[in-house]
């Protein structure tokens, strides 16, 4: 079964770093989507991406953040000057088509920052 | 913004008890999605309801959407240690790609 796969599975990063989130979503999927989740929250959307931009973003996903599709698999998450906040579990997920449709989910990167 | 609340927030169970979560938005839905996340797992699609009072089942698992497309609830008939995991609602107004989640409701079952 087709799944979406991210790397690393864990990432310590000092406090200032910059870090790279990778994930691979399923081949014939065409919206791409990072989500985060602080210990014990609630899922959050930070950013979905379809046809190589941007299509929408949160309030979370300010100018410390960017995503890149850099080649025909990858999807990656740069954050920049990390903050002891960003620390969380970043979820990269994808789907077939717009709304109405199931998301697959990586099975995550956990990021803390020290 | 979109606003998705979940209760409870947690239920801890006996094996063998029914369970209920109920998903609650201040604004009408186009749809509403249910995903599992067991303990240090990610989330994973259980099911998506489309029109107003929609009930659809799977084995032990009951999904309804209300009538007027802004709660939903899932209920879980004779719960098992497996159905242990943080249960949240989804969903995506309009014509936004996103999803906004519920709060979650953890399940704890015990023997």
């Known amino acids: 079964e087709p799944e979406v796969t991210q790397t690393p599975s864990h990432q310590v990063t000092q406090m200032g770093q910059e870090v790279i989130l990778r994930c691979v979503p399923i081949?014939?999927?065409?919206?791409f989507y990072w989500y985060r989740q602080i210990l014990g929250q609630k899922v959050e959307f930070l950013v979905s991406f379809y046809n190589n931009e941007i299509s929408e973003k949160s309030e979370i996903f300010d100018d410390q953040f960017s995503v890149e599709r850099p080649d025909g698999s990858n999807f990656t998450l740069k954050i920049r000057s990390t903050k002891l906040e960003d620390s969380a579990m970043y979820f990269c997920?994808?789907?077939?088509?717009?709304?109405?449709?199931?998301?697959?989910f990586g099975q995550g990167t956990r990021l803390t920052v020290v | 913004g979109q606003q998705v609340m979940q209760i409870p927030q947690y239920q801890h169970v006996q094996e063998g008890e029914d369970f209920t979560t109920y998903c609650n938005s201040s604004t009408t839905l186009s749809n509403i999605q249910w995903y599992k996340q067991r303990p240090g797992g990610h989330p994973v699609f259980l099911i998506q309801?489309?029109?107003?009072?929609e009930v659809k089942k799977q084995k032990r698992l009951t999904f309804q959407f209300g009538e007027a497309k802004k709660n939903s609830s899932l209920h879980i008939t004779a719960t098992q240690t497996t159905d242990v995991g943080t249960y949240f609602c989804?969903?995506?107004?309009?014509?936004?790609?996103?999803?906004?989640f519920g709060t979650g409701t953890r399940l704890q079952v015990t023997l």
């Open positions: 997920a994808s789907n077939r088509g717009h709304s109405n449709t199931e998301a697959f």
């Open positions: 309801l489309v029109k107003s009072g």
């Open positions: 081949s014939n999927h065409l919206y």
């Open positions: 989804a969903a995506n107004t309009g014509t936004a790609s996103k999803l906004t």
